[in-house]
C-alpha cells in the first residue's frame, strides 16, 4: 500500500502538536504494516507555487476548448503540478498533517490543492446521463487521513471550522469520501487547562487511525505462498 504524506507545517516537531500526531500515526503504521510504502512531502521543503496564468490555462483551457494547444511556457508552468498529481494518483492513502491557521487551512496546503486537482491530471469529466457531467477519478485514493491541531476547540458543525469544511469539499469532488481526524483541539494553554488531555486523545487517535489502514493494507495483501 502506498501511502502519500502532506505536511502544512513550518514548525520543528518538538513544537509542533499535529507534527507529534504524525509522528505516533507513523509509527503504529509501520509496525503494524511495515510493507507500507511512504511518500512524505513537506510542503515546506518543496513549496508550491500559487496557480498563475500560464499554468491555469494549459490545465482547464483544454477543458473548456477541447482543440486548445498550450504553449511551451504554459507546459513548462505546470511542472510542479504534473510531478505532484504522479505522487497523488499512484497513492492509495492520503495523509494530511497540518494546523489550523485562521480557522482554515495553511494557503501552502491550499495553493498544493490548486496545483494537485486539475483536470486531467487527477480527475476527468465526462458526460452525465440526462446532461451535465460527472467527474471521473484519475487516481485510486480511497481514504483521507486528517491530522491536525489548533488552538481553539471546535464542535462538529462549527461554523468557524472552514477547515474541515474545504477538505472534505475538495477531495469529496474527486471521489474520496473517507476521511479519518485526529484533532487536538483546544491546545492553547491560556485558554484550556486540559490542553494535555485533550492532545493524549488525539493521539490515541492517531493510533487508532494508523491501526485502521494498516487493517485495510492487510487485507489487500497477497496471502503469502508456501
Same mark, same amino acid.
Given at each position: 500500500?502506498?501511502?502519500?504524506?502532506?505536511? =502544512?507545517?513550518?514548525?520543528?516537531?518538538?513544537?509542533?502538536?499535529?507534527?507529534?500526531?504524525?509522528?505516533?500515526?507513523?509509527?503504529?503504521?509501520?509496525?503494524?504494516?511495515?510493507?507500507?510504502?511512504?511518500?512524505?512531502?513537506?510542503?515546506?521543503?518543496?513549496?508550491?507555487?500559487?496557480?498563475?496564468?500560464?499554468?491555469?490555462?494549459?490545465?482547464?483551457?483544454? +477543458?473548456?476548448?477541447? &482543440? %486548445?494547444?498550450?504553449?511551451?511556457?504554459?507546459?513548462?508552468?505546470?511542472? %510542479?503540478?504534473?510531478?505532484?498529481?504522479?505522487?497523488?494518483?499512484?497513492?492509495?492513502?492520503?495523509?494530511?498533517? +497540518?494546523?489550523?491557521?485562521?480557522?482554515?487551512?495553511?494557503?501552502?496546503?491550499?495553493?498544493?490543492?490548486?496545483?494537485?486537482?486539475?483536470?486531467?491530471?487527477?480527475?476527468?469529466?465526462?458526460?452525465?446521463? /440526462?446532461?451535465?457531467?460527472?467527474?471521473?477519478?484519475?487516481?485510486?485514493?480511497?481514504?483521507?487521513?486528517?491530522?491536525?491541531?489548533? /488552538?481553539?476547540? %471546535?464542535?462538529? /458543525?462549527?461554523?468557524?471550522?472552514?477547515?474541515?469544511?474545504?477538505?472534505?469539499?475538495?477531495? &469529496?469532488?474527486? /471521489?474520496?469520501?473517507?476521511?479519518?481526524?485526529?484533532?487536538?483541539?483546544?491546545?492553547?494553554?491560556? &485558554?484550556?487547562?486540559?490542553?494535555?488531555?485533550?492532545?493524549?486523545?488525539?493521539?490515541?487517535? =492517531?493510533?487508532?487511525?494508523?491501526?485502521?489502514?494498516?487493517?485495510?493494507? +492487510?487485507?489487500?495483501?497477497?496471502?503469502?505462498?508456501?
Amino acid at each position: 500500500m502506498n501511502i502519500l504524506h502532506i505536511c =502544512a507545517n513550518p514548525k520543528p516537531v518538538e513544537e509542533s502538536v499535529s507534527k507529534q500526531l504524525s509522528a505516533e500515526f507513523m509509527s503504529e503504521l509501520v509496525q503494524k504494516y511495515p510493507d507500507a510504502e511512504l511518500n512524505n512531502v513537506d510542503l515546506y521543503q518543496d513549496p508550491p507555487p500559487f496557480l498563475d496564468y500560464p499554468a491555469f490555462r494549459a490545465l482547464w483551457m483544454p +477543458l473548456m476548448n477541447p &482543440g %486548445y494547444a498550450p504553449t511551451k511556457a504554459e507546459k513548462n508552468a505546470t511542472a %510542479y503540478a504534473v510531478r505532484h498529481a504522479e505522487l497523488f494518483n499512484a497513492a492509495d492513502v492520503l495523509v494530511l498533517t +497540518l494546523p489550523m491557521w485562521n480557522f482554515s487551512v495553511p494557503a501552502i496546503l491550499k495553493a498544493w490543492i490548486d496545483q494537485v486537482i486539475a483536470p486531467n491530471l487527477t480527475f476527468a469529466f465526462e458526460p452525465a446521463e /440526462g446532461g451535465g457531467f460527472s467527474v471521473k477519478p484519475l487516481h485510486h485514493i480511497r481514504k483521507i487521513v486528517l491530522l491536525v491541531s489548533s /488552538g481553539g476547540a %471546535y464542535q462538529e /458543525g462549527d461554523p468557524r471550522d472552514a477547515l474541515t469544511a474545504e477538505i472534505s469539499a475538495v477531495f &469529496g469532488f474527486i /471521489g474520496i469520501n473517507d476521511l479519518t481526524i485526529a484533532w487536538a483541539d483546544g491546545q492553547n494553554a491560556l &485558554g484550556f487547562q486540559d490542553h494535555a488531555e485533550r492532545k493524549q486523545t488525539a493521539m490515541e487517535a =492517531a493510533v487508532e487511525a494508523a491501526e485502521e489502514v494498516a487493517e485495510m493494507a +492487510l487485507a489487500e495483501a497477497p496471502a503469502a505462498t508456501v
